[in-house]
């Protein structure tokens, strides 16, 4: 299959950049765009870019312009929060609260917290991957810092009760981060109505260029930064931003907010033609999350006696981009942790693959994948069995 043929099903590891940031960028790679702290006409110009992106950004979040600060994306967004709540945590509160079902993002700057003295506390989900609120509201004990809950699963497309924690958590006192990395652009979103005090999102995830995001605070939330140095983001954030990238990030965010409910829709009936035929072609498919409220655009299954990484790999021979929900490091494949918090077995965890959708998809691709995947499956199996 030429490359020109491929099948891109990986929109939640990285949706393919739309035209409108392309375009946003190329004009903000004009020469004459400067130092956007500079004074004279051309950082002025450069910095009237930043700010329309500001303004498009805090459009899509459903907040103020003035609640923008812009990150080089999700993580460092996530990590900028939790590290900037626990720097100017007094003594007496070193409890963190998140989810077994977190992104990697948020676990991995809630342990580097832990190795400052707080106590990262996991609260369970059910089989389908849902947080139950009540539990969650259970840990919000006096001593408790920080509470950060997912907005939707990057891995199942579980969307998660974020209002109701985020009431429990007002009520605690208790300052809340809401990861909506995979929610924005997808779902309407309004952190404040969900009682959230910080919020993180990122450009790549929604048709812009990586390395862009952004972080949403609450007006009266005060975060230690990050990055120390100059003025930058009202010395929330130092450093000179990525003009091009924010330009890009921008008019993703504003395209992707324009054409919400419609592109929901459509990805809705995409994914419904998906998990139909899944269940017609493999008897005893696993979906994982599928009796929860999802994303549209995500489906995570599991054929049975098929490793998802090498069926991943086969995939991608094919011509299609999906992906596992593992992660790989040094080069050992670990189940992925969203689906053993789910209940299932190693095995099983080991054999998830996800597809995920989005702007760029058409019904020809999902009948494309529909039509090769069957093919791909009993070559993988033969190949696990083949004693040579």
């Known amino acids: 299959m030429s490359e020109t043929a491929r099948v891109y099903l990986d ?5 393919p950049m739309r035209a409108e940031a392309r375009e946003a960028m190329r004009r903000a790679m004009d020469p004459s765009i400067a130092n956007p702290a500079s004074l004279h006409a051309e950082g002025r110009a450069a910095r009237a870019l930043v700010e329309h992106a500001r303004e498009q950004v805090a459009a899509l979040a459903g907040v103020s312009a003035k609640e923008i600060v812009f990150t080089s994306g999700g993580s460092e967004a996530i990590a900028a929060a939790v590290r900037g709540v626990c720097d100017r945590a007094p003594d007496r509160l070193r409890r963190i609260i ?46 408790t810092a920080l509470a950060c809950l997912q907005w939707a699963n990057n891995e199942t497309g579980v969307i998660q009760p974020v209002e109701e ?13 809401v990861d909506a990395v995979q ?10 109505r969900a009682h959230a005090d910080i919020a993180a999102l990122s450009s790549h995830k929604l048709g812009g260029p ?6 949403v605070v609450r007006d009266g939330i005060v975060l230690e930064p990050l990055i120390p140095g100059g003025a930058q983001e009202k010395r929330r954030r130092a450093g000179t931003p990525s003009v091009a990238a924010l330009a890009g990030f921008g008019a993703a965010a504003e395209a992707a907010h324009d054409r919400l409910r419609q592109e929901a829709e459509r990805l809705l009936r995409l994914r419904a033609k998906l998990e139909t035929r899944l269940r017609q072609i493999f008897a005893r498919i696993q979906f994982h999350g599928q009796a929860a409220s999802r994303l549209a655009n995500t489906v995570n299954f599991a054929v049975p006696d098929v490793s998802g990484e090498v069926l991943v790999i086969a ?34 965890a080991r054999g998830a693959v996800r597809v995920s959708l989005g702007w760029s998809t058409t019904t020809a691709d999902v009948d494309r994948f529909l039509e090769v995947l069957p093919g791909v499956v009993e070559r993988v199996r033969e190949g696990m069995t083949d004693p040579g």
């Open 210 to 215: 990586q390395g862009a995001g952004a972080l």
């Open 98 to 143: 998140v989810s077994a079902v977190e992104h990697s993002a948020v676990l991995e700057a809630a342990n580097q917290a832990g190795l400052h003295g707080f106590r990262v506390v996991k609260v369970p989900c059910d089989s389908e991957g849902r947080v139950d609120p009540d539990g969650f509201s259970k840990h919000l004990l006096p001593g």
């Open 315 to 348: 995939l991608d021979l094919a011509g299609f981009a999906v992906s596992t929900g593992s992660a790989c490091a040094s080069g050992a494949v670990e189940p992925s942790h969203v689906i053993r918090a789910m209940g299932f077995e190693d095995s099983d």
């Open 165 to 177: 924690v985020g009431k429990a958590c007002r009520r605690a006192g208790v300052p809340f981060l």
């Open 183 to 192: 929610a924005a652009g997808k779902i309407e979103l309004d952190p404040w």
């Open 11 to 15: 929109h939640n590891a990285t949706s």
